[in-house]
C-alpha cells in the first residue's frame, strides 16, 4: 500500500477551486464610535460612524487559504484551523480576487474603522481594552501564553458579538493605508476609509508574538504591502 502523507491527503479533500464553502461570517449592525485613544499613533480620539457589515468570526484558515489557492505558504502548517500567516497585503488581495470569481461574491478585507468597532463588541460594547474581555491572555495568543507560534482558531473566549482572535494570534490586514494619526480621516466620519495614498498598509489586533499592549482594540502597525511574516493575516469582510 503506497502511504500518502498528511500534506497529499488535505490536497485531495473534496474542496474543489470551482467551489469553496462560505466562510462564517456575523452581522456587525452599524452605529456611531469613539474610535482611537490617547496613546501614540492612536491618536487623535474621534467618532465615526459606520454602516452596518459582515465580519468573518475567525481568521481566515490555512485549510480556506488553501482550498483557493492550492498552497500553503505559512511557517505553522496545520492544513486545517491555524489561521495562514506569512501572507502579504498584496497576497491576500489575490487571494480575495480568486476567491470572489469563484464564489460570485464581493468579498473584502475591512477598513480599520469596521475592524475596531468590531473588536470593541459594536453596539454592545463593554468597554474591555482587548476583544472581550479586560485580560488580554483569555481572548489572545500573545507572547505570554502562545509558546511562540499561532494556535487554532476560535479556542479562547468570543468577544460580545461573537468574534473570535481578534486580538492576538496573528495580525490582521485592513484595506486602509496607513496614517501616523488619524487627522487626515477626521472629515470622513462616516464610513472612513482612510487616506487616499501612502506608503505602508494597516494592520490590528497583534499576534503570538505581541505583549498585551499591542493585543488591543486600539493598537495599530503598519507593514509594505509586499511584506509577509508568520504574524501576519487576515479576516474576510463583506457588504450587506
Not at 28 to 53: K, Q, R, Y
Not at 103 to 119: D, H, I, V
Not at 142 to 167: I, M, Q, W
Request: proline fraction near 5%.
Amino acid at each position: 500500500m503506497n502511504f500518502i502523507s498528511p500534506k497529499e491527503l488535505f490536497q485531495r479533500i473534496s474542496w474543489s477551486k470551482n467551489s469553496v464553502p462560505d466562510p462564517e461570517m456575523i452581522q456587525v449592525n452599524g452605529g456611531t464610535f469613539l474610535m482611537g485613544s490617547n496613546e501614540n499613533d492612536e491618536t487623535p480620539i474621534h467618532e465615526v460612524e459606520l454602516d452596518s457589515f459582515l465580519l468573518g468570526r475567525f481568521p481566515v484558515t490555512q485549510e480556506f487559504w488553501v482550498a483557493v489557492e492550492g498552497n500553503n505558504p505559512s511557517a505553522f502548517k496545520s492544513y486545517k484551523d491555524l489561521p495562514v500567516e506569512s501572507v502579504s497585503f498584496e497576497n491576500v488581495m489575490d487571494f480575495i480576487q480568486k476567491l470572489n470569481k469563484i464564489s460570485g461574491k464581493n468579498y473584502r478585507l475591512p477598513t480599520e474603522a469596521e475592524w475596531e468597532y468590531a473588536a470593541r463588541g459594536g453596539a454592545r460594547s463593554s468597554g474591555y481594552p482587548h476583544s472581550g474581555s479586560h485580560i488580554a491572555e483569555e481572548v489572545a495568543w500573545l507572547d505570554a501564553n502562545s509558546n511562540r507560534k499561532t494556535h487554532p482558531v476560535g479556542l479562547l473566549r468570543p468577544n460580545e458579538l461573537g468574534f473570535y482572535d481578534l486580538c492576538g494570534n496573528v495580525w490582521e490586514w485592513c484595506s486602509d493605508w496607513y496614517d501616523d494619526e488619524y487627522r487626515s480621516d477626521l472629515k470622513f466620519r462616516k464610513n472612513p476609509k482612510g487616506p487616499d495614498f501612502g506608503t505602508f498598509r494597516v494592520l490590528r489586533g497583534g499576534s503570538w508574538s505581541s505583549t498585551a499592549a499591542k493585543c488591543s482594540v486600539t493598537s495599530r502597525f503598519s507593514y509594505s504591502g509586499d511584506f509577509r511574516n508568520n504574524c501576519l493575516g487576515f479576516r474576510l469582510a463583506m457588504d450587506i
